[in-house]
């Protein structure tokens, strides 16, 4: 299994632009995660989603901020326009309910504003 | 909802000894915790998860320990090496599928 895959791996971008982050979950799973990883902060979740269906984004700090499950296998996190502050790694896992819930991540998006 | 913290930020180990990672959890109705290892530039990685019904489990060269009376879990890991330099999370549900996530604690292991 390739396990979940995150694209741009590294992405820098002024402030005010558009950034989209890309995520293919492992195949079959039906939970998808997009986490929100600062030194300050540590681990956030920012929003969940059960067979492409948003279930909580109460952690998705600002309008700024949407995500998007068009189907099982493609989610984006979209930031517009972006702050320097939204500066992190960015993860996304997924997990099957019915195996222990254990939650796998991909490599994550370290995403810079300047 | 759940809250999760580490006793220590920072932990430092000769090659060789024992390590033992520390978390503590708020609620004691949680029923299934996971460990995770990060190293530098990477996702974190499952190390060991382990239930409710149970107060040990073992892996390889690693053993979780879980204290539901005093809500706190442990990491043991045996013979550590080198390789084992990582920063450690450990999670706990909060609702739903919806886990959170401890501190962490960074690992170094000394030659």
């Known amino acids: 299994d390739a396990g979940v895959i995150q694209s741009p791996r590294h992405e820098v971008t002024e402030m005010g632009q558009e950034v989209t982050l890309r995520c293919k979950p492992i195949s079959g799973h039906d939970y998808l995660f997009w986490y929100r990883q600062t030194m300050m902060r540590g681990l956030e979740l920012l929003i969940y989603?059960?067979?492409?269906?948003?279930?909580?984004d109460s952690g998705m700090p600002e309008d700024r901020f949407s995500a998007k499950m068009p189907n099982a296998s493609f989610s984006t996190l979209k930031i517009q326009p972006s702050e320097p502050r939204d500066s992190a790694v960015y993860f996304c896992a997924s997990s099957l309910a019915d195996v222990g819930n254990t939650i796998y991540f991909g490599e994550g998006s370290w995403l810079t504003v300047v | 909802g759940e809250s999760v913290g580490l006793h220590l930020p920072t932990l430092s180990v000769q090659e060789g000894d024992n390590s033992i990672i520390n978390c503590a959890y708020s609620n004691s109705a949680s029923d299934y915790f996971i460990w995770y290892k990060q190293e530098s530039g990477k996702g974190p990685q499952f190390i060991i998860d382990?239930?409710?019904?149970?107060d040990k489990r073992q892996g390889q060269r690693v053993t979780v320990l879980l204290n539901k009376t005093v809500k706190h879990l442990s990491l043991q890991i045996a013979a550590t090496q080198p390789g084992d330099s990582a920063v450690y999370f450990c999670a706990a549900p909060n609702y739903g599928q919806n886990f959170v996530f401890g501190p962490g604690t960074r690992l170094s292991v000394l030659p």
């Open positions: 382990i239930r409710s019904n149970m």
């Open positions: 989603f059960n067979n492409n269906v948003p279930i909580d």
